[in-house]
């Protein structure tokens, strides 16, 4: 109890408590003397219809802001935001809130996107091809070559340099949603040599009239956000399943948002394991990275998310929706971005 007591805010929680209770005691003796006396009722009546409006003011002035701030502070210990934090619309005193202010400008924000982008380009050079798909990919070429295809020997070799050509160069960039589908488009084209027609992609454009699907490919994103999330569902759902198995890609403009959905028809997650995953994608911490890369997916989904919180904020990033046996849905949520920029001159 005294470790508890060392709180201010639980102390005044107390002293609050206890001078309710004293109250209420004194007007319940009030009330009670009133009756018994035979004395007017008026007196008290309007003490208490007074002690009931102090008591809606102080939970409307005090209580619920208390509790939003409280709130606030809770979810930035967890890592669910950041932001929020510095923009504190309660803030407790004065001097808290300057304390606040300083910690956010001591807070090196560009420092923290380039060790995201620095863990990307590391992931993407050591991780992106793992040793599954780099195997396959190679034993597809062999095969080719052993049935004298020259052709499509040379056809998958250039596929293949272009993936690496994407995959390894300028990682910091933001790139049209166009070049990252048209890497999306080129590592199924590598894919199909392993898979054949147990694979098969589709892309789909959901918008308004107003919008042109050319001007739709002109938004940007963080590079190599597309196709960990594509990997991961071929070989999680598509590659267990039994039959053929089914990818789309649909892209949706909607309230100032570029949505991008990848569904998969596979075999789906259990609902405890969706539910740990989201919890993971909600929270922005960097240090899921390295627990991440010895898992197979290239580039840790964990890290694809943090990038796109980080350069655009915590409203933004992956969530997964999936059902087991029935597939998986991935939501990309991301600010409608034109402008050629870099990555580490983001909206923030």
């Known amino acids: 109890m005294t470790e508890k007591l060392k709180y201010l805010s639980r102390r005044l929680f107390v002293c609050a408590c206890m001078g309710g209770a004293l109250f209420l005691v004194s007007l319940t003796l009030l009330w009670a003397l009133c009756l018994r006396s035979a004395l007017g009722i008026l007196p008290v009546l309007l003490l208490t219809l007074t002690a009931v409006g102090y008591c809606c003011m102080i939970f409307q002035w005090l209580l619920i802001p208390y509790q939003e701030t409280r709130k606030i502070y809770e979810q930035f210990v967890m890592g669910y935001i950041l932001n929020d934090l510095f923009h504190l619309r309660h803030p407790l005193t004065p001097e808290s809130e300057q304390a606040v202010l300083l910690l956010n400008e001591r807070i090196d924000k560009n420092h923290l996107i380039n060790v995201s982008k620095k863990q990307a380009e590391y992931l993407a050079l050591q991780n992106q091809i793992n040793p599954h798909f780099l195997y396959n990919t190679l034993e597809g070429i062999r095969s080719e070559a052993l049935l004298a295809g020259l052709d499509s020997v040379a056809e998958m070799t250039e596929a293949l340099a272009t993936f690496f050509r994407y995959t390894i160069s300028q990682v910091e960039h933001l790139v049209t949603l166009e070049d990252e589908l048209a890497n999306i488009e080129n590592y199924y084209y590598i894919q ?125 990033g992956i969530t997964f929706y999936s059902r087991e046996g029935a597939g998986t849905d991935v939501m990309i949520t991301l600010p409608l971005v034109r402008e050629s920029a870099k990555a580490s001159t983001s909206l923030h």
């Open 192 to 316: 199909q040599f392993r898979f054949g027609d147990k694979l098969a992609l589709h892309i789909e454009y959901e918008h308004d009239e107003e919008w042109d699907e050319l001007d739709i490919l002109q938004f940007r994103l963080p590079k190599l956000t597309l196709q960990p999330i594509v990997e991961n569902s071929i070989y999680h759902g598509i590659e267990r399943k039994i039959g053929r198995g089914n990818l789309v890609i649909r892209i949706c403009i909607s309230n100032e948002r570029l949505r991008i959905r990848i569904s998969d028809d596979g075999m789906g997650m259990a609902e405890e394991k969706l539910k740990l995953l989201n919890e993971k994608l909600r929270r922005l911490t960097l240090d899921d990275v390295q627990e991440e890369n010895g898992k197979k997916g290239g580039i840790a989904l964990v890290n694809v998310n943090n990038r796109i919180k980080l350069l655009f904020g915590e409203e933004y």
